[in-house]
């Protein structure tokens, strides 16, 4: 059981000059598990989420997939062992169109080793009608991302990650400038994710959002962890209580 | 061209509000390639009625054939640096030491395929060390470059003692001819080698992952940082493209005179930028085009000769290309507050 985690990571610290994001933090993502991140503003969670995505190397710790330690871990290396991401900041071109943003770090080709442009165009068009629910006929795979409103491009984020078959989904803050159906639509998709046997990690300011998705969530403050509740132990009200006094005092009594 | 990706979405409009969606669609993701053609074919009409006894003769649209593609060659591979968010000024003197190579291979083994390949080598290494002085130490490639253009035009005139070199031996030899010799003894080989440059550049920035990578690490370059992009590995190409290229240009405009100045490529300096930027290149990454390069540097040849026959001073091509490159850089400033 303990070595059957789909992700595990140990003592991992990073500091960024002055600032120490995260100090000897351990944890772990079941193979069918969905856990959410909560912690305030600065509290280290997307610094984690960018170690395990490989984007951050840490100053110090180990990260395993599948028991099986990884190291000198990269951005190309966690999407080949299947970390998909929708980053807080979105990580998009906005001058660029559609169809690119798709397969930003990840372009098809032929078989002569040079882009399928026009197969990227057709994915990326199947994506948006059924994925995405564009229904803008103004809206292309050609279309840059710039005239896109926040919720779209939040919404090309999002698909983006669901695109590539992933084992591991992170989602960094994803319910940012969705509207309420949207937001609906996404919390769905992520207990799909559950129900496809996959594994998430789930970010999200919205407290309710996270409970009502979330297997167990993992608190964090001030870079450490500072306790774990698995969300059938615990009712909502007693959730909001604890995180209240960790932000007061940094710690649960 | 029809676009089965659009189709579907088009289908559901009447025929009317079909066309419109088609033609708005194609002026939005060409706009930009749509003006430099426009430009292109409106000067070219300018240029006859101001000066038809030039304009329309053959003989000056040989000599662009021959002379445009010196400077063209650079701005092709330059195109993708710009985009890429970077620049790369150094090119001059990279022509120059890459023919200082030149003439020591060809004077040591006499053989001229063998001095050709010596000086694209020292192209591409010169870029390359261009690169890792940007990429690997982390200087701004404006600076870096400026820095570089110096210490090789330094170094061509150290070498050379200040003196030039003749290459009229060089002209026996079978690559002499392919290089820039004339097909059918008409059509000027540079002219070739410029449209194969333009093939293989508009290859490499439309059809290749690395092509990709360009567009993304000029438009943002910590969004393709987060998805995976090698962006170290994708700006050392870039500068290795212009060194190469640069070299390859030297070598035909010094074969094309059968000889080696040692200030060589210091008067295409503004002639190339001014391609790339009047081709419609954003000066901030991310955005232009080859097609766009390739009909600029043919402009920009124009413009010269035009100036010419027109009977106004070389002095005023200086000023002109200057003009160029503000307005072209400028109108992009102000379009892309006006997106943003
Ligand atoms: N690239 C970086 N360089 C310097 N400091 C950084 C960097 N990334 C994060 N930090 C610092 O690390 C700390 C944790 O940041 P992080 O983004 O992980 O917080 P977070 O929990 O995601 O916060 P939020 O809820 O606001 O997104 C902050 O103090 C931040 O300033
Ligand atoms: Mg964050």
């Not at chain 1, 409103?149 to 960094?172: H, M, N, T």
């Amino acid at each position: 059981m303990e070595n059957n985690y789909r992700l595990e990571i140990k003592n991992i610290s990073k500091t960024f000059g002055e600032v120490q994001s995260l100090r000897n933090v351990s944890f772990q993502l079941g193979q069918n598990e969905v856990v959410g991140l909560l912690g305030d503003n600065g509290a280290g969670k997307s610094t984690l989420i960018k170690i395990i995505t490989g984007y951050h190397q840490p100053d110090e710790g180990e990260i395993y997939f599948n028991g099986q330690k990884v190291e000198k871990l990269s951005v190309p290396k966690a999407r080949q062992l299947g970390v998909e991401t929708v980053y807080q900041e979105r990580a998009l071109a906005e001058l660029q169109a559609l169809w690119r943003n798709i397969f930003l770090g990840r372009e098809l080709q032929n078989r002569f080793g040079l882009l399928d442009v026009k197969r990227m165009k057709e994915e990326t068009h199947n994506l948006m009608v059924k994925s995405m629910g564009f229904t803008s006929t103004a809206v292309d795979p050609d279309s840059k991302i710039g005239t896109f409103s926040g919720g779209e491009k939040q919404g090309v984020a999002i698909v983006r990650a669901l695109y590539f078959d992933a084992e591991i989904i992170i989602l960094d803050e994803p319910t940012m400038g969705l509207s309420l159906q949207e937001t609906r639509k996404l919390i769905n998709f992520v207990k799909s994710i559950k129900q496809a046997g996959k594994a998430a990690i789930f970010i999200d300011h919205n407290i309710f959002h996270v409970y009502s998705v979330a297997d167990r969530v993992v608190v964090l403050d001030r870079g450490r962890v500072a306790g774990e509740f698995r969300t059938s132990d615990i009712t909502l009200n007693d959730l909001m209580d604890k995180m209240y006094k960790i932000a007061e005092t940094g710690h649960f009594d | 061209m029809t676009n089965p990706v659009n189709d579907t979405a088009i289908d559901r409009q009447s025929p009317r509000q079909n066309q419109r969606l088609r033609l708005r669609r194609f002026l939005s993701s060409n706009g930009t390639q749509l003006g430099i053609i426009g430009v292109f074919v409106a000067l070219w009409a300018v240029f006859i009625l101001l000066a038809p006894r030039t304009f329309l003769s053959p003989q000056i649209y040989r000599a662009f054939m021959s002379t445009v593609p010196f400077f063209g060659i650079i701005a092709l591979p330059l195109t993708m640096a710009i985009i890429a968010g970077e620049m790369d000024l150094s090119f001059p003197a990279i022509m120059a030491i890459g023919m200082v190579a030149f003439a020591y291979t060809f004077q040591f083994t006499g053989s001229v395929p063998l001095a050709f390949v010596a000086s694209l080598a020292t192209g591409s290494a010169v870029g390359l060390i261009n690169g890792i002085i940007v990429v690997g130490i982390g200087i701004p490639s404006l600076v870096a470059t400026i820095g570089t253009q110096f210490f090789w035009r330094g170094a061509v005139l150290v070498l050379l003692g200040g003196k030039g070199t003749s290459l009229i031996v060089a002209r026996e030899s079978f690559l002499y001819n392919v290089l820039v010799g004339k097909m059918f003894g008409y059509i000027p080989m540079q002219f070739l080698w410029m449209l194969l440059a333009t093939l293989i550049s508009w290859i490499i920035l439309n059809r290749t992952r690395l092509g990709a990578h360009i567009y993304l690490i000029g438009d943002n370059a910590q969004s393709a940082e987060l998805m995976g992009v090698n962006t170290k590995r994708t700006r050392l190409a870039v500068f290795v493209l212009v060194g190469v290229a640069s070299a390859f240009a030297g070598v035909l405009a010094s074969l094309t005179v059968s000889f080696f100045w040692p200030s060589l490529g210091a008067g295409y300096l503004l002639q190339t930028l001014a391609s790339v930027f009047l081709g419609g290149t954003s000066v901030f990454g991310g955005v232009g085009t080859i097609l766009g390069t390739f009909l600029g540097s043919y402009i920009i040849g124009a413009i010269e000769a035009a100036i010419v026959a027109i009977g106004l001073t070389g002095f005023w091509t200086k000023l002109i290309y200057g003009l160029i490159i503000i307005l072209s850089v400028s109108m992009h400033a102000v379009l892309r507050r006006r997106m943003g």
